[in-house]
């Protein structure tokens, strides 16, 4: 693949267009208010479309597409099972405690509802965990332009590095945001045409079906065995594991995406951040999923040298992680190429820039504030988050380069991920809803859970992965995998924050007001206008989902 | 003008318009660009950045 003038055109004008937003913002931030947590001012359409661009970084979008060739269609239930449920549960259910409480961030959530030292865990293994994915963002981008473009692996890196510093150093979260939406757009315009002229490439969706084995082009039919279905597990492990466990993890307790519900202009819009993206998100398979689906249609129906194929890898295996790539070489010709190019980097700059800000708002006010130096000026933290996004980049570059050192870290980073959000709903669940949860149990339940998600991946093998204690329970696929240790972990969270908060003195009652659902006080219908409201918007959301899980049944 | 800056939507919509206009001059001007995958997109998003542009923030 190479470039031309036109293409190298389109990625210039995105880079200064990126920079030029940081720029605008910069104007605007005179508070650390203003720069960590964009001051609650953002309206609702923006805070809508970052919520689900903050979840479009390139791992998940070259993921789902990657996804879509392994496992078919069966991929859209990370969205019409996980996602959509969970984005309105926040919604409807948990935005009147995050938003309503004034905490800044998940962890300070935890710290008013449970204590310090619950705060605390959660603070640091997100800390860690943010800036490890950011670096691996930019490893990931790197690499990508390595080998489809050859271009010099160290100059991507610090490049990339560079233009999200200078955004997000300029502006803040709102400049993160605004990009975010950005590069929402450039993502969806960018790949759209892709998907119109690679479907019709494969003869559309009808010769697709007759092409593939049923199992790739059915969502439900072959999930009634772990042996029917190319992902390996059955309904109920699925529902569970991804509908509940990992789903509402991620979408309910995932400061990077809650971040952007939380700066919305009121409740309302904070309570509908979540619902108004569950809509563009509904349709976000078209442009993830179809492509890996189509992709590999082609690949098995391919008679020609000059037909497309998916990649091999060096074990003569399908190389899955370069079906996009490899789709937007095939079909897109010069001008197209370098939007297509574009959209790519800007997903990765999406998610680097996500972590970083969730980063600095956790470190300066979870960490630093709470911790270090209490009572400073406001002009000191405005400050010290600006010094802290500069080191989030420094070192999002070094684990960049430690990513490029060792080739399972993302494999690993993944899987301890899985491990610290996997339990950390049950918490919030109990938190929330159950007055009687006490900081003790919370604590103990997320060490609980972690350590039963260890146990479980120890005792489980899939794709040569996991198995470490001992390879009882062989499971087909590594995503199958993950959602069994996702269940163990929650479970064992659950069952322990119950017993030890039975046993350990809970808060009073006037301590937990506006923290816990039955402590706080309701408010229904502020506004006006029916379809405004969270509850129709939701019931709505939750009849097409139903009806897209049963037209691919 | 420093006004509509400010706006998200008014960014968004002149970038679109950049990028369509690359497409569509290049599409009339360059043989390599001469492919009908490059005019429908680069149409697609001129009405698009326009759209955009005359949104309220």
């Given at each position: 693949?190479?470039?031309?003038?036109?293409?190298?055109?389109?990625?210039?004008?995105?880079?200064?267009?990126?920079?030029?937003?940081?720029?605008?913002?910069?104007?605007?931030?005179?508070?650390?208010?203003?720069?960590?947590?964009?001051?609650?001012?953002?309206?609702?359409?923006?805070?809508?479309?970052?919520?689900?661009?903050?979840?479009?970084?390139?791992?998940?979008?070259?993921?789902?597409?990657?996804?879509?060739?392994?496992?078919?269609?069966?991929?859209?239930?990370?969205?019409?099972?996980?996602?959509?449920?969970?984005?309105?549960?926040?919604?409807?259910?948990?935005?009147?405690?995050?938003?309503?409480?004034?905490?800044?961030?998940?962890?300070?959530?935890?710290?008013?509802?449970?204590?310090?030292?619950?705060?605390?865990?959660?603070?640091?293994?997100?800390?860690?965990?943010?800036?490890?994915?950011?670096?691996?963002?930019?490893?990931?981008?790197?690499?990508?332009?390595?080998?489809?473009?050859?271009?010099?692996?160290?100059?991507?890196?610090?490049?990339?590095?560079?233009?999200?510093?200078?955004?997000?150093?300029?502006?803040?979260?709102?400049?993160?945001?605004?990009?975010?939406?950005?590069?929402?757009?450039?993502?969806?315009?960018?790949?759209?045409?892709?998907?119109?002229?690679?479907?019709?490439?494969?003869?559309?969706?009808?010769?697709?079906?007759?092409?593939?084995?049923?199992?790739?082009?059915?969502?439900?039919?072959?999930?009634?065995?772990?042996?029917?279905?190319?992902?390996?597990?059955?309904?109920?492990?699925?529902?569970?594991?991804?509908?509940?466990?990992?789903?509402?993890?991620?979408?309910?307790?995932?400061?990077?995406?809650?971040?952007?519900?939380?700066?919305?202009?009121?409740?309302?819009?904070?309570?509908?951040?979540?619902?108004?993206?569950?809509?563009?998100?509904?349709?976000?398979?078209?442009?993830?999923?179809?492509?890996?689906?189509?992709?590999?249609?082609?690949?098995?129906?391919?008679?020609?040298?000059?037909?497309?194929?998916?990649?091999?890898?060096?074990?003569?295996g399908y190389d899955y992680t370069m079906t996009l790539p490899s789709l937007i070489a095939y079909y897109y010709p010069s001008g197209l190429l370098g939007v297509g190019i574009t959209a790519l980097i800007a997903s990765f700059m999406s998610g680097m820039a996500g972590n970083v800000t969730a980063f600095n708002s956790v470190f300066t006010y979870d960490i630093y504030q709470a911790y270090f130096f209490k009572n400073k000026s406001d002009k000191h933290y405005l400050n010290v988050g600006k010094l802290v996004t500069l080191f989030g980049i420094l070192f999002s570059i070094g684990t960049a380069y430690i990513a490029a050192s060792f080739n399972n870290i993302n494999d690993f980073l993944q899987l301890v991920f899985s491990f610290v959000n996997g339990p950390l709903f049950a918490t919030f669940l109990l938190g929330m809803f159950w007055k009687r949860t006490t900081g003790h149990g919370a604590f103990w339940g997320l060490v609980a859970g972690t350590l039963a998600a260890a146990v479980t991946h120890g005792l489980t093998i899939a794709e040569g992965k996991g198995g470490w204690i001992s390879p009882i329970y062989p499971v087909s696929s590594g995503m199958g995998q993950a959602f069994i240790v996702a269940s163990f972990s929650w479970i064992a969270n659950f069952l322990t924050t119950i017993a030890v908060s039975l046993f350990t003195k809970p808060k009073s009652d006037e301590e937990l007001r506006g923290l816990v659902y039955s402590l706080t006080e309701k408010v229904y219908g502020t506004e006006k206008r029916w379809y405004l409201r969270p509850a129709p918007l939701s019931i709505i959301l939750l009849v097409i989902t139903i009806l897209l899980n049963i037209i691919f049944f | 003008m420093s006004e509509k800056l400010n706006q998200l939507s008014f960014v968004i919509g002149v970038f679109f318009i950049l990028v369509a206009l690359v497409l569509l001059i290049g599409y009339a001007t360059t043989t390599s660009l001469k492919h009908s995958i490059n005019l429908y997109t680069g149409l697609g998003m001129m009405v698009f950045g326009l759209i955009m542009i005359r949104l309220k923030a």
């Open positions: 693949m190479s470039l031309h003038f036109a293409d190298y055109l389109v990625i210039f004008i995105y880079f200064v267009f990126v920079v030029a937003v940081g720029f605008i913002i910069k104007k605007k931030i005179t508070s650390s208010n203003d720069f960590l947590n964009s001051n609650r001012s953002i309206p609702l359409w923006i805070t809508s479309l970052a919520f689900i661009s903050a979840n479009l970084g390139a791992q998940e979008v070259l993921g789902m597409v990657a996804s879509g060739a392994k496992y078919g269609i069966m991929t859209v239930h990370f969205y019409w099972v996980g996602a959509i449920f969970a984005m309105i549960f926040l919604g409807v259910f948990m935005m009147p405690f995050y938003y309503g409480s004034k905490a800044r961030s998940v962890p300070e959530y935890l710290f008013l509802r449970f204590d310090e030292k619950t705060r605390a865990l959660n603070a640091l293994t997100f800390a860690a965990m943010t800036i490890f994915s950011s670096g691996i963002s930019l490893y990931a981008l790197a690499k990508l332009l390595e080998v489809i473009l050859h271009w010099n692996f160290d100059l991507c890196i610090w490049i990339a590095a560079g233009i999200v510093m200078a955004y997000t150093l300029l502006g803040g979260l709102t400049s993160a945001v605004y990009n975010e939406v950005l590069q929402f757009f450039l993502i969806v315009l960018g790949l759209s045409p892709l998907v119109i002229v690679a479907l019709q490439d494969a003869g559309g969706w009808d010769t697709i079906k007759t092409n593939l084995e049923p199992q790739l082009t059915h969502a439900w039919k072959y999930m009634g065995s772990p042996d029917s279905n190319p992902m390996g597990i059955q309904f109920m492990s699925l529902i569970f594991g991804l509908g509940f466990v990992m789903s509402f993890g991620y979408w309910c307790t995932d400061f990077l995406v809650v971040q952007r519900a939380m700066i919305a202009k009121n409740m309302s819009a904070a309570q509908r951040t979540p619902i108004i993206a569950a809509i563009p998100k509904m349709f976000m398979p078209l442009i993830v999923v179809l492509p890996g689906v189509i992709a590999i249609a082609l690949t098995k129906s391919a008679m020609d040298a000059g037909d497309y194929r998916i990649p091999s890898d060096a074990a003569g | -």
